[in-house]
């Protein structure tokens, strides 16, 4: 699944493609991804208008021109890939976009559960108003985290992968982060204390930068406009790492599931219980 690095490299991989650049033509081939696509209305604003900024907010990317911005979202399995052509249309491919310099950016989700819409100038939208602070923000701080985790039971792990708390971990860097911080997954946010927020944030900013550095990290899906696969997943230290020695210590890497998602962990450097209270 795409999280902050790779849409951060995608973001920038497509500055020197379309800003300044006018958009010329959008073209779907099918109605909804996760959500409808409006396709009327992204028609109307996007189409002739020239795209001035590309935000990233989370792991939303939003293409900006006067009257607001077309939203996009990889979603588990999505990508935006640069081709020469409409014609030249992989299986999955559910929108492209045209530019005025021969630029052709497909946009390619096998498991459909990317989006693409539109956002007014306003920048309101039902999936933004409630993410909460950017991991590189300045609100996301020690003292900020401490105070919304305040007497809450869930495990860290869960609470830093909530957007509304903090937006834009996922999976991976979630178990890089914690292991680096040494702190236990399973340990009660509410009982995490300021000098470990402090310790855990510096490292997800770290483990983050790391990652956009070396292109984001390729698992199944991801790649950039180009085609070319990020190589982060070289440096993970824990994640799909089960049974190998940790590298600080040398004690076998665990894993245990919780929700679902696989949380990867060295039990020596990361000490505490890994039991569901």
């Known amino acids: ?88 249309r992989e299986k999955h491919t559910h929108a492209i976009f045209q530019f005025d310099n021969d630029t052709f950016l497909h946009f390619v989700d096998p498991r459909r559960f990317g989006c693409i819409l539109w956002v007014p100038q306003s920048g309101e939208h039902p999936l933004l108003d409630k993410l909460g602070p950017d991991p590189f923000s300045s609100d996301a701080n020690a003292g900020a985290m401490k105070s919304l985790a305040k007497n809450c039971r869930s495990p860290i792990k869960t609470f830093i992968m909530d957007a509304r708390r903090i937006t834009g971990i996922g999976n991976i860097y979630a178990c890089e982060s914690l292991y680096l911080a040494c702190i236990n997954p399973k340990r009660k946010a509410g009982g995490v204390t300021l000098a470990e927020w402090d310790r855990l944030l510096s490292c997800v900013r770290s483990t983050l930068e790391n990652s956009i550095a070396a292109g984001g990290t390729t698992l199944r899906d991801f790649f950039d406009p180009s085609g070319t696969a990020g190589y982060y997943a070289v440096k993970l230290s824990v994640y799909g790492k089960e049974g190998d020695p940790c590298p600080k210590c040398k004690t076998s890497i665990s894993r245990l599931v919780h929700s679902g998602r696989s949380t990867f962990f060295c039990k020596t450097c990361q000490p505490g219980s890994t039991q569901s209270k």
């Open 1 to 88: 699944m795409p999280e902050l690095p790779e849409v951060e490299t995608l973001r920038r991989a497509l500055l020197p493609l379309v800003i300044n650049k006018t958009c010329t033509a959008l073209k779907f081939y099918r109605k909804d991804i996760r959500f409808p696509i409006p396709q009327a209305t992204l028609r109307k604003q996007m189409v002739n208008q020239v795209v001035s900024q590309i935000q990233r907010i989370g792991k939303y990317l939003l293409l900006k021109v006067p009257q607001g911005a077309m939203l996009l979202h990889l979603g588990m399995s999505g990508r935006v890939t640069l081709k020469t052509s409409m014609s030249s």
